[in-house]
C-alpha cells in the first residue's frame, strides 16, 4: 500500500503517546514523551504508525517522503482562547498604555472592547472576513493547528451572529480545527443599562445564537466594571439550558470571583488567572475546571504573570493560550505564549508544551483526537527548522520555529494564498 506522506530521521518525535490521555497535571506535567531517531506515517489525514527508523521496514512506500533530519516534529498547538475575529486592531490604546493610561481607564473612557464593538458593527460579513481570514492563516504558520474563537466584539444580536457566523467560515475556509465561543457578556454597551443588555444576552442573543449552531461554548467576562460573578452565573446557566459549555474570563485585573464561580458553573476552563489566591487554588483543586494561563495579555498590559508555578506544584493541572486579540494580546504567537510561560512564569519547556497541546485539547474536547502523536490521532503537526532541543523553541524567543505544517495529513504550502 501506498502511503500519503513519510517523514523520516526525525530527530525527536514529541509528545509520544500510546493512548489519548484526558490531562496532565501536577509532577506528571514535567513528563513530556520524545522518539529519537523516528520515522511517521500519515494516511487518510491521520497519524497511521510512527517508531524508530531502525525499526522502518523497507517496504514502505509513499506519495511524498520527507526527510526531516536534524529536525522535531511536534503535534499542533491548540489555542485555547482567542478573539481573532476583529475589526481593527488598536495601536492608538497601546500609545495611550505605554503613556501611562491602564487598561480599565481606556474601557472606562469609551475605548478597549466598545472601541472594537464601534469598529466590527460596520464591517458586512464578507469583510469581517477578509480581515480575520489573514490571522488565521498566521497562526497556523506558527504550528497552530485548532483553535477556539470568540464572540463578544458584537455586542448587538446581529453583531454577535455576524462574529460567529465569521469564525464559523473561518473553519470551512482553513485547515484549522475549529470551535467557537459566545461572549455576547464580554462588556456592556453605551446605550444600554447594563440589566437590559443582560436581559438582550439572555432572551435574544443565546436563543439565536442556539438556533444557528453557531457556538459550543459560552462566556462572560467576569470582572470588577464588567460583569459580577452573579452576573456571570445567571448568563452561564442561560447558556447551558442551550447545550453551551461555560468557560469563563476569571481574575484578568482582580479576584473577581471568577474561578468560585466557574467552579461552581462547572466552566470546562476558567482563563487569565493573573490575580489568584490560595483560595482559589484549593477551589480548582475540588474540580474538572482547567487553569488556564494567558501570558500573552499579562506581558501586554504589564499585569501580574498567573502562578503557574504554584498552580502546577499544587498537582493541578494548566492550560496555555495566546487570547489573541486586538487590547490585550495582538498575538496568536504560540511558541512565544511558551517563551513567556517559560521566562515569566518559571515553567518548563516540557510544562509548557503539555499546557499548550494535550491540556488545551481537555477545554476544547479534542482529547481523543488531537494534541499528541497518537495512533489514528488526525495528522496535525509541524516539522521544526533544524534545532537542538525542544528548549529551543521557547529558548529562542520571538523567532518562529515552524518550517513545514500538515493539518489533516496534508502539507500546507508555505506560502499560501494571503
Ligand atoms: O481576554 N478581558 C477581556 N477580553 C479580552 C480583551 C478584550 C479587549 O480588550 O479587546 C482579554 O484580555
Ligand atoms: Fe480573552
Known amino acids: 500500500m501506498v502511503y500519503d506522506i513519510l517523514i523520516t530521521h526525525i530527530k525527536g518525535l514529541v509528545q509520544v503517546r500510546n493512548q489519548s490521555l484526558h490531562k496532565v497535571a501536577g509532577k506528571e506535567m514535567a513528563n513530556l514523551p520524545i522518539l529519537e531517531d523516528a520515522f511517521l506515517i500519515i494516511s487518510q489525514g491521520l497519524i497511521h504508525s510512527f517508531g524508530l527508523m531502525k525499526e522502518l521496514p523497507s517496504s514502505v512506500n509513499a506519495h511524498t517522503t520527507i526527510d526531516a533530519t536534524g529536525r522535531f516534529v ?202 489568584l489566591g490560595d483560595e482559589e487554588i484549593d477551589i480548582l483543586k475540588e474540580s474538572e475546571t482547567m487553569p488556564t494561563s494567558l501570558p500573552g495579555a499579562a506581558f501586554f498590559l504589564n499585569l501580574p504573570f498567573t502562578p503557574a508555578r504554584k498552580i502546577i506544584d499544587a498537582g493541578l493541572p494548566l492550560a496555555i493560550a495566546s487570547d489573541y486579540n486586538p487590547g490585550s494580546a495582538p498575538s496568536g504567537n504560540m511558541p512565544l505564549m ?13 510544562e509548557a508544551i503539555n499546557a499548550a497541546t494535550i491540556n488545551t485539547c481537555y477545554t476544547l474536547g479534542l482529547s481523543q483526537t488531537h494534541g499528541s502523536v497518537t495512533e489514528g490521532k488526525v495528522a496535525n503537526l509541524f516539522i521544526t527548522n533544524p534545532i537542538s532541543s525542544v528548549a529551543s523553541i521557547p529558548y529562542s524567543f520571538g523567532i518562529n520555529p515552524v518550517s513545514r505544517v500538515i493539518l489533516n495529513g496534508k502539507l500546507i504550502p508555505t506560502k499560501s494564498a494571503w
Not at 480599565?104 to 473612557?109: C, D, G, N, T
Not at 489573514?134 to 462574529?163: C, F, N, Q
Open 74 to 275: 511536534f503535534p499542533s498547538f491548540v489555542d485555547s482562547h482567542t478573539h481573532l475575529v476583529y475589526a481593527a486592531p488598536r495601536e492608538e490604546e497601546f500609545v495611550m498604555k505605554i503613556k501611562g493610561a491602564t487598561y480599565e481607564e481606556i474601557a472606562a473612557r469609551g475605548g478597549g472592547i466598545l472601541n472594537s464593538a464601534k469598529k466590527l458593527q460596520t464591517l458586512s460579513e464578507e469583510e469581517l472576513l477578509d480581515v480575520s481570514l489573514p490571522r488565521a492563516w498566521e497562526i497556523i504558520h506558527m504550528g497552530t493547528g485548532a483553535v477556539e474563537i470568540k464572540s463578544g466584539y458584537g455586542l448587538t444580536t446581529k453583531d454577535e451572529l455576524k462574529m460567529l457566523r465569521v469564525a464559523r467560515r473561518i473553519g470551512i475556509e482553513t485547515p484549522l480545527t475549529l470551535k467557537t465561543t459566545f461572549l455576547g457578556a464580554h462588556a456592556v454597551p453605551k446605550n444600554k443599562s447594563k440589566d437590559q443588555y443582560i436581559s438582550e444576552v439572555i432572551h435574544e442573543m443565546i436563543p439565536a445564537v442556539a438556533e444557528e449552531k453557531l457556538a459550543d461554548y459560552i462566556d462572560v467576562f467576569c470582572e470588577t466594571g464588567f460583569f459580577t460573578p452573579a452576573e456571570t452565573e445567571l448568563i452561564v446557566e442561560a447558556g447551558k439550558e442551550f447545550g453551551l459549555i461555560p468557560r469563563i474570563h476569571a481574575n484578568q485585573l482582580s479576584r473577581s470571583g471568577g474561578v468560585q464561580v466557574g467552579v461552581k458553573t462547572g466552566a470546562i476552563s476558567v482563563d487569565h488567572l493573573e490575580n
Open 338 to 350: 511558551l517563551s513567556l510561560a517559560c521566562i515569566k512564569m518559571r515553567i518548563t519547556p516540557e
